[in-house]
């Protein structure tokens, strides 16, 4: 049986004080009507806080801009949702649990048709969703002051409701990650050309959420080198670009870096099998979070090409330990496994493992 007691130690940074090192990765459940999380949604976030996870980070919730959202029953995170999101952190709290919200904008992934404003475009740094594909609006440098508000009203608002921290979605192709990626941001003033231009926009929302939080509290930073737009995508090619992609963001009041990868025993570079949360925390001294088919044999996007798109059977995480023994990273944020199981962590760490299951894409409705 594996010693799996390197994911059991305790994690503290902040306001974020964790039983041990694993986390729900946030996971897209469009399950909340209006725009706001029901019971259902409380019920889905207890069950994995009463089964021990350390970190529950919750799926993509909305700030308040009104391009801000993609999809139909995602959570808004203002106004009346903040009343269910409130029922949430009460409840994640009460079986022993922590919780940090997502804060997402999706940009240019926005369609027009789409809640809660249909006429309302995706907005993006030059209207594109990938390179030399404009489907929407190219912000103006007041829409970008609009968003960045909404980010820092949204981070003070979970503070308030009794969060632990913040995440704030800068992954995956999305509004934060469109500035980043020179194939969508592709402006001529100071939020575009270079590697430093391109991340203005990600620090000053950083900047405004530390002013809305104060120094105490943790912000957390999802990114990532792929995009749904381009799987092999990349913002840097070497060390030495990640560390002057990361240096800015350090600056601005990032506290733990959630580092994005579809496989994370994949090296990020040539030469040396860190993963890119490996790297990160290497060049930044920060605590870093890892993510990426844990527990599982086949990534997130599989073979359809779509997000929770295939099939995947359980497999050990002997991998998982020996990297975290060694501090490559400081946690580790599961998704797949334990959306299809709220107990795989407690099955895990009692070496129970004849008891998990796969991943089965046609079931993901009823994995609640
Ligand atoms: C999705 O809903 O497919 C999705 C959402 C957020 C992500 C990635 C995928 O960061």
Not at 45 to 67: C, D, F, Q, S
Not at 125 to 148: F, N, R, T
């Amino acid at each position: 049986m594996t010693d799996t007691s390197p994911l059991f130690r305790p994690f503290e940074c902040k306001s974020l004080h964790l039983a041990n090192r694993v986390a729900m990765a946030p996971m897209t459940r469009m399950r909340s009507p209006n725009y706001i999380p029901n019971d259902e949604v409380v019920a889905y976030y207890r069950r994995r806080a009463e089964a021990g996870v350390g970190l529950l980070i919750t799926e993509g919730t909305t700030v308040n801009h009104k391009a801000a959202n993609g999809y139909e029953q995602v959570p808004a995170f203002h106004g009346a949702a903040l009343d269910g999101w409130e029922k949430v952190v009460e409840a994640v709290h009460a079986a022993g649990g922590k919780i940090i919200p997502q804060l997402w904008h999706v940009g240019s992934v926005r369609r027009p048709g789409i809640g809660p404003d249909k006429d309302v475009p995706g907005y993006s740094p030059c209207g594109m969703v990938k390179p030399g594909k404009v489907v929407g609006h190219a912000m103006s440098k007041d829409d970008i002051q609009d968003v960045v508000k909404a980010f820092a009203d949204a981070a003070r608002d979970a503070r308030a409701l009794g969060f632990d921290g913040v995440e704030i979605h800068g992954a995956h192709g999305y509004l934060i990650d469109q500035f980043f990626w020179e194939g969508t941001n592709q402006r001529d003033d100071e939020y575009g050309g270079s590697l430093e231009n391109r991340s203005r926009f990600a620090v000053e929302i950083i900047r405004a959420v530390r002013a809305a939080v104060g120094e105490d509290f943790a912000i957390v930073l999802r990114y990532s080198q792929w995009k749904q737009q381009d799987y092999s995508a990349r913002l840097v090619q070497t060390p030495e670009e990640l560390g002057r992609f990361l240096a800015p963001l350090v600056e601005a009041g990032v506290d733990i870096f959630h580092c994005s990868t579809r496989r994370f025993w994949e090296p990020e570079f040539d030469g040396s099998d860190l993963n890119l949360a490996g790297w990160t925390k290497k060049l930044t001294g920060k605590p870093t979070m890892s993510v990426g088919s844990v527990g599982l044999d086949d990534d997130f996007i599989g073979e359809t090409g779509m997000a929770m798109g295939g099939d995947a059977a359980p497999v050990g995480i002997d991998e998982l330990v020996r990297r975290m023994d060694a501090d490559e990273f400081d946690l580790v944020a599961v998704g797949r496994a334990l959306l299809q199981d709220p107990q795989w962590l407690e099955k895990i760490r009692d070496g129970r493992s004849e008891e998990l299951t796969p991943f089965n894409k046609m079931s993901l409705a009823n994995y609640f």
